[in-house]
């Protein structure tokens, strides 16, 4: 009993400690810029103003820097998740010389410190042609994400047994129809868990989007997020009201796929 209620008040704990940073955000995009500056530290708005919202939405360049970061975000992730998951299905399932080593350096390509390869992708973008230009991004995004949406779906499909594709050709699947009516159903929670990190990873990039991105039509939310500092100070009520209306995509895309997830898993028990 000690040992629950211990466990309980530790997640307690840790749940206030993670969330209290997104309620200062909230709270503060609901301030009057007044109390923002006050030197209280109020836990609770004594007053309350949408005032902080219309002025982030109404900052010029908003929806275009949304809509591109919408386009590079979701086409960073579906490209790393269909050749993730056609890498992890190789890794997993096939024996080929040096399946080891290929595996080990997916894991060490993603050590590289990813600010590290700032100047080379430059360079390279550059040599392509392809600076100021979104689809920079997203190859970018891309060559970050894939490495561990095709380490962790290994994993997943590592533990779906390979008899179950098996039975499904002995009732005369073909190996194709297989995997798409068993183990794809059966990779739910994996495809969502990469998803989630590919999404929150391109989401939130802003060094090479800074670096290679020059026109401002182009730029994508946390660039055009750092418009709200400028050399004459920062605009924390919309910065607090930009940030709640940046994180809102993200909410949005985990709800749909979590709920996908669930379908997922129950649709991969009853198929074969």
């Known amino acids: 009993m000690t040992k629950k209620v211990t466990a309980n ?27 923002l500056v006050s030197s209280d530290y109020d836990l609770v708005p004594l007053s309350v103003t949408a005032t902080n919202f219309a002025t982030a939405w ?6 275009g820097a949304m809509g591109n970061s919408l386009f590079v975000t979701l086409g960073a992730v579906l490209a790393s998740i269909v ?9 997993s399932r096939m024996r080929f010389k040096g399946r080891k080593q290929f595996v080990l350096l997916m894991l060490v390509a993603q050590m590289a410190p990813f600010e590290a390869l700032l100047i080379p992708m430059f360079l390279m973008m550059r040599d392509l042609e392809l600076l100021d230009r979104l689809p920079s991004l997203i190859l970018i995004y891309f060559a970050v994400t894939l490495p561990f949406c095709a380490w962790t779906l290994r994993g997943f499909v590592n533990g779906i047994p390979l008899e179950l594709e098996e039975a499904a050709m002995v009732d005369g699947c073909g190996r194709w129809g297989a995997f798409r009516r068993v183990t794809l159903p059966l990779l739910g929670p994996g495809l969502v868990a990469t998803s989630v990190f590919a999404f929150v990873t391109a989401w939130n990039e802003f060094l090479y989007a800074l670096s290679l991105i020059k026109d401002q039509s182009k730029e994508t939310l946390p660039v055009w997020l750092s418009g709200f500092q400028t050399a004459f100070g920062t605009d924390w009520g919309g910065a607090m009201a930009a940030s709640a209306l940046f994180t809102l995509p993200v909410l949005v895309f985990f709800l749909i796929v979590q709920r996908k997830m669930v379908t997922g ?3 991969g028990a009853v198929k074969g």
């Open 9 to 35: 008040v530790v997640g307690v704990v840790l749940a206030v400690f993670f969330a209290f940073p997104v309620y200062w955000m909230l709270s503060s995009a609901f301030k009057p810029t007044k109390d």
């Open 58 to 63: 109404n900052k010029p360049g908003f929806l």
């Open 83 to 91: 050749v993730g998951l056609l890498a992890a299905v190789a890794m």
């Open 265 to 267: 898993v129950t649709a």
